[in-house]
């Protein structure tokens, strides 16, 4: 029997399917530690836990305390797993104070510290943005000076496009420096801004090599969404896979390996510019949010939450075939008000494209409004021909208006 423990501070329903998938292996014992009690948890998943702990997850000192605490209880821990990028340092951290198997603190750093990241990437010969951390607003303006505009500024520690803005001239600069106040203690990551086609690249790696991966492509990029509220956009996986000559896959196995991944599942963002050059944006050792993990499971007919949890527990994976291309169609509220009140062009999208439909999760008026770039609803759509879903997304954000 492997005993092991899944950390996440709430019991989100994306979170608990990976925790729950854990907790159906055969010859797993899991236990939960988080910030609630075990009350909070979805029966199902409770009658199945071994034990449960309570503390500030994010400290590495109280999680290797609550993993000690319930190895008494359970008769030890071997694994200790999360799926949160802010989690993946902790984790990392626990695990080395408790002498587990898994990535460890170095990587982990590398995975979460932006500027980290690319100065492995730079030194490696890997292709990404020109960057600087930035400790004043006079470095700014500097680094706008050598690179141009547009810039992007993020926090070091950032989620993919969460917490990004974009400037496209010294006087935005100057207003997000302000608003940002970077300092020697708390520096802001400045970039060049890619442009170009951007996507995923999503891949296993199995003792250092990359045994499998899936590419994806945002329509538009995750920036213009999160600047735009209204914007409703969508996310291919085409049927075919890149060839390992390809550019981008060199490129996008060549960043994971540098960063130390190991034995994982990992999420890369890539841009391919007008020119055609490849360069890669960043990078976590954690699976895919918004649904891509759903998206991959609709195009290998396989639960990758399941895949997911067997190559963590026990450094197990099957290769799967890639049987269909899949799309997500993100539907997003448009207007001024806090929540929906109604969705217009459902039947026209459904005489459209309704054949294509594998999952559907609607809008509902008097729903409150997301805000978010993952949307207040989607439409997962599935053919054998990757033309077909790419005009089938197309034809849904163009029908479906949130209200």
Known sequence: MLRAAFVAPFGLEATLRFAEAAA????????????????????GLRSRLAG???CDVFDAEALTRAVRRLETRMGGVERLLGVLEPLQE????????????GLGPEAAHA??????????????????????????????????????????????????????VRVDDSEALEQALRWLEPSAAAPVLAEEHLQGREGSFDAVFVQGRCVWHSVSRYSPTPLE???????????????????????????????????GLETGLSHLEWFVREDGRVAVSEAAARPPGARFVDLI????????????????????????????????AYLRAQGAGGSITRVRGLEEAQRAVGSLVVDVRLPRPGQ????????????????????????????VVELVKVE
Request: proline share 8%; charged share 25%.
């Open 24 to 43: 159906s292996l055969p010859g797993v014992a899991l236990g939960w530690i988080g910030q609630e009690g075990p009350e909070r948890l979805p029966p």
């Open 52 to 54: 449960h702990e309570s």
């Open 90 to 101: 902790p984790l990392a951290d626990a695990r080395r104070r408790l002498g587990l198997q």
């Open 111 to 164: 995975f979460r510290d932006k500027s980290r990241m690319k100065d492995l990437w730079r030194a490696a010969g890997v292709p990404c943005a020109h960057h600087e951390l930035l400790r004043s607003v006079d470095d700014g303006h500097a680094f706008a000076r050598r690179t141009g505009y547009p810039l992007v500024l993020k926090p070091p520690a950032g989620m993919a496009a969460k917490a990004t």
């Open 225 to 259: 969404v999160l600047r735009n509220p209204w914007i409703q956009w969508t996310v291919l996986l085409p049927r075919e896979v890149l060839d390992p000559a390809d550019p981008l896959r060199q490129a996008a196995e060549r960043a994971l390996g540098v960063l």
């Open 297 to 328: 499971s609709w195009a290998h007919e396989v639960d990758f939450h399941r895949v997911w949890a067997e190559l963590a527990l026990f450094d197990r994976f099957e290769q799967p075939t890639r049987r269909w291309a899949v799309g997500a």
């Open 368 to 395: 409150i409004a997301s805000g978010t770039y993952e949307g207040d609803g989607q439409v997962i759509l599935r053919h054998p021909e990757t033309a077909v879903v790419e005009e089938a997304l197309r034809r």
